[in-house]
Structures are given as C-alpha cells and as structure tokens.
C-alpha cells in the first residue's frame, strides 16, 4: 500500500492534472493537423503536377535508348548498306522494348531498314529531317495525335544517316478540371477526417458529461446513494466530486430529519403516555375526594396523599422532560471549572448509601490514592452521578452489590457503577441512553422512573466531549462514564 502512494505521488509530479479547455483544444490542434496533412499527401501524391513529371522523365528515357542505340551503330563502324548487322542491333533492343518501333535512313532520307510496327513513311522521313536541320537535339520530337517520333543522326563508313524511334503519344498538358476536382476531393477527404477524428477524441468527454447528467438525474429523483464516477482530474472530473459530496451532505441531511422526525413522533407518543397516565390517576382520586365517595376522614385523606405524590411524580418527570430539552439547545450554557472528581465523586455516594444501604444493596467505592482534576460544569456532572446512582437503587436485586469505581488513564478519568439485575441483551445496551426507552415493560409500572435519566446523563457526558456506554455479562451491568483529564495535568504527566 505504502508503495502504491508513492507511485502514485510520483505520477502526480510527472503527468499534471490537464485542464479541460486545453485538452479540448490539444484535441482541435490534433485533428487539424492530421486533416491538413492528409490534405497535401493526397495533392502531392495523386496530383496532375505528378503525372506531367512522370510523363517527362518517361520521355527523356526514351530519348537516352534512342541515343545509347545511334551509339550502338556508330560503334561497329559499318556501312549504311550492311542490313544485316543494322538489323542485329535493332532486334536485340527491340527485343527488350517491344513498344518501340525503329527506322533507319540515309542522309537523303531514303529507308535503310525498319521494324514491322513502324507508322512513319519515307515521304514522311524527308519531311522531318528537314525539321531536324531547325530543331535543337533534345527538343526533336514529332507528335501526332497517337504516335511521337524520335531522330537522331548516325555516322556511317559512307556517311551521315539517320536512326528514328516511334513510341505511342504522352498527353502532356495538365487539365485544370482535372486538378481542380483533384483539389475538392483532398478537401473532402481532410474535413471528413477532421470530423470523425474529433468526435472519436471527444467520445470520451462526452460520454462522461452525459454520466454526469444521469447521475444529476438520480439525485433529483432523491435517489442519493448513487455515487458518479471519478474520472481523471479536470473540471469533469472536480464536478462529479462535488456533486458526490453534495449528494452525501444531502442524504445525511434527509436521514437526520428522518431521524429528528421519528424521534419526534416517538417523544409525543412516549409523552403523551407517560404524562397522562399520573395525570388520570390525580384526576381519580380528586373526583373520589370532591364526590366524597369515602367512608371517614382516614380513607379521604389517604386519597390526597395519593393524589398529592402522583403530582410530585408528574412534577418530577414536566421537570426531567424540561432539562433534557433545554440541554437539546445548540447554545446550552455551561459552567467549566476545574475540580477533583474523586472529592465530588466520595461526597455524592457518602449521600447516596444510606438510602442504598436501606434497600438492603452493599456500597463498595474505590478510588485512587492521587488526585483526579477534571474540568467540569459540577452542578451538570452531579446529575450525571445522581441519576446513574438511583437506577442502580431502582433496579438492583435486593442484597446484592453496588460497586462505584474510579480509575485514572493517561489522559482520561474512567467511572464505572455496576450492579446485578435481569439480564440485558446486547442489542439493548445502546438504547439504554434513548429518551423513555425502559427495558422491562412489565416493570416500568412498579419502578417509578421517567425513562429519560440515562438520556439526559449521555446528553451532559457529550457535552464534556466524554464517552458513557454500558457493558452487561450474565445479571450483572456496569456503565462507563469516561471524562479527559485536566489539560494542566496531562502537561505534567
């Protein structure tokens, strides 16, 4: 793993985030330049230009056998007359160039020897080697609509004669329509390979972009666990990002309301339960009283007793409901100072064992030897301790134990208060700190309590950035209140 960081740290370095409109146009210079030279191969190569050139060299090689053949002959030193070595040597090239046809004359212009293929006739031949005797050696040529003519002299042992080759006729004019149509296809060619060159380069991008706009449509449709892929690092790529980010910030958003909202419904039905069940209950023994369906002054009295305890109850619980929703407040004040917690811990169970010890429970409290500075709102942390403490009197098998510890880590002081009761499930054990949640149903109507003590101990343990949590084996629970220590003391530990 570590090594892939690294790579990836260096492939960073070497290949930077390119940024979406220089990518876009590194796309557009790209097609241009493979559009603009398909454009000049396809005017260089298959242009009229190139066919002109290709036609002349194809007559200067025609003209260099014609003389490589006049030397040929002028080499034997022969007679004009000796047909048959005239004739050897013409074969022999005629052999290799069989589209050539030749003819020989002499100085009169009168036909020595020719090949069968041969056009041109003797009144002909005097009609040119009157030309020749005007015309420049390498510009002697006789065209015709079919044939071309080439001459050259040829010095025999009896005098001048003349060699004359005949080839099929080179069309060498350039045809404007010709290269203009040469010109629009190149054209053609080069746009259409731009065209299907950009679109196969934008494939990508595009494709992204419309992912990107599925994925916006997803969420519109409040469909938010749907995450767009992350491609590469441009603007593209940032967007999905932050789009991913807004879809999590907004599936949080609906999931706490959903939250606030069910815990909202559940607040008015456990409210609404447990505030009108006192509330009946002082309503029947007033009526009893006020219709005086007693039987002596005892019986009516001991209905306002009952009334008048129903109503501290009721009391006790509009006053736990009210400090729950008031430490609920986003701006909840508190009062930090900074005190010993095993002094403040050692004074509220001196209080609290009396009436433990008369429910027949064993106190056991152990604390450390050294001091445990903690900064706290005292007032809000004692109600912590107090609440924890009357559910171990509340829930408690009777003759059993109470053990409240104190204990110091590095940078946390750790309270524990365990108790034997009924067996919690596991499952159980974080509902415990929910608003009016009671385990045993059957016994909530017994034990007096609100449901709401060990919710409002979580609510001032969070407020100290501390941690309270409940652990369970066998009919034994012990819950664990964990507070940071005093900065002054970590800095001297």
Sequence with gaps: MRIRRIISKKQRVLFPPIRLNVRLFLIFLLCLTVAVTTFFTIILKYSALNTFEEQQRKEEKKEKILFQLTDQLQMKNIKSDNINVIASTMQSINNTYPTFDFLVANAKGDVIFRTKGIHIHAKNVKDMLKQKLTLYP???????????????????????????????????????????????IAFGCSVLIFILLFILCMHPITRYIKQIELG????????????IPVKGRNELSSLATNINWMTEQLRQRFEREREVEQAKNELMTNLSHDLRTPLTSIIGYLRLVKDQQYNNEQER???VDTAYSISLKFKNLVDELFEYTKLSLADVETHFQQVDLKGVLYQLVGEYTPILENKGLRVHLTL???????????????????NLLSNAEKYSYQSSDVKIMLQKSEDHVIVSISNKTDYIEPEELDKLFERFYRIDKARSSTVSGSGIGLAIAKRIVDLHEGEIWAESKGNKIKIYVALPLHKKVNDHY
């Design 368 to 386: 450390p030897d050294e001091s445990t500075l903690v900064s706290v709102d005292v007032e809000k942390m004692v109600r912590v301790f107090d």
């Design 216 to 227: 916006i449509r997803r969420i519109v449709k409040k469909d938010w666990t749907y995450s």
């Design 301 to 303: 009295q001991q209905y």
């Design 138 to 184: 390498s510009n002697n040529k006789m065209s015709n609509a079919t044939d071309s003519s080439f001459i050259s002299p040829v010095s025999f042992q009896d005098g001048l004669g003349y060699l004359v080759m005949e080839t099929s006729n080179s069309k060498l004019a350039i045809s404007p329509a010709q290269y203009n149509r040469q010109i629009y």
